[in-house]
């Protein structure tokens, strides 16, 4: 009898890989931005340029520490190609569905739109080579050796429920909380970030492979990009 998805699962990455994905995290999320942004306020390089060196030094940072690991990743993937399209295309229809209760809700409570897609937006206006290198090719990779190769895998061996409890909410805090400490009713913006870190670590689980939530995550970006950019050009 075949076993259920979720007791398959075993993270790859050794303890050094281990603890070089997440030794990372407070790099990321404090030390890069802040020095990057004394970069930018002296006039040296643009914010879409600060945000594509943030996520570029990552990448570097990843492969130099992860590049054996993802190597190690395509294994799975490769003996299960059907299955992890199929895990992607699933992952990003449900996505869709709860995204659409999520943002009413967040309708009913915040008449402000969600100040990181805004951001994105303008920088995209602007720089969207830039942008589009950044969160369709770059973002994916760092983040989810970060949040799920790194925080859910690590806590994935002791509980699963802490596992998924612990990189959904870094995750989401992570893409508001720089807004959310100068307003703090964007905190509520966490909300619209959890379907889809949900999905993430249950695709990198079900899958056995982080490329899979990787690749679903370039689909996510890509796709709302995208549409952010038309809908700007109809503004």
């Not at 659409?100 to 897609?117: F, I, K, R, W």
Request: charged share 15%; with cysteine; net charge neutral.
């Amino acid at each position: 009898m075949n076993r259920e998805p979720t007791t398959e699962f075993e993270s790859r990455m050794s303890r050094g890989e281990s603890l070089a994905a997440l030794l990372y995290l407070p790099v990321h999320i404090l030390a890069l931005p802040l020095l990057l942004t004394w970069i930018m306020l002296r006039g040296w390089v643009g914010e879409a340029g600060v945000n594509l060196l943030c996520y570029a030094l990552g990448f570097m940072y990843m492969l130099a520490f992860e590049g054996r690991f993802l190597r190690r990743e395509f294994d799975p993937l490769c003996d299960r190609p059907g299955r992890c399209l199929l895990e992607i295309c699933v992952s990003y229809g449900v996505m869709l569905g709860l995204n659409l209760c999520v943002n009413g809700l967040l309708t009913l409570l915040l008449p402000a739109e969600n100040p990181n897609n805004a951001a994105i937006m303008d920088m995209a206006g602007m720089e969207m080579g830039k942008i589009s290198a950044m969160a369709v090719f770059l973002a994916p990779v760092v983040e989810e050796l970060m949040f799920r190769g790194g925080v859910f895998g690590v806590l994935r061996r002791k509980n699963r429920v802490l596992a998924y409890a612990a990189s959904m909410l870094l995750f989401s805090v992570y893409h508001v909380w720089g807004y959310a400490m100068a307003e703090p009713l964007y905190w509520l913006f966490i909300i619209q970030y959890l379907p889809i870190s949900w999905l993430l670590c249950r695709c990198y689980e079900r899958t056995g492979t982080i490329w899979t939530s990787i690749f679903l995550h370039m689909l996510v970006n890509g796709i709302s990009l995208k549409a952010l950019s038309m809908l700007q050009e109809l503004m």
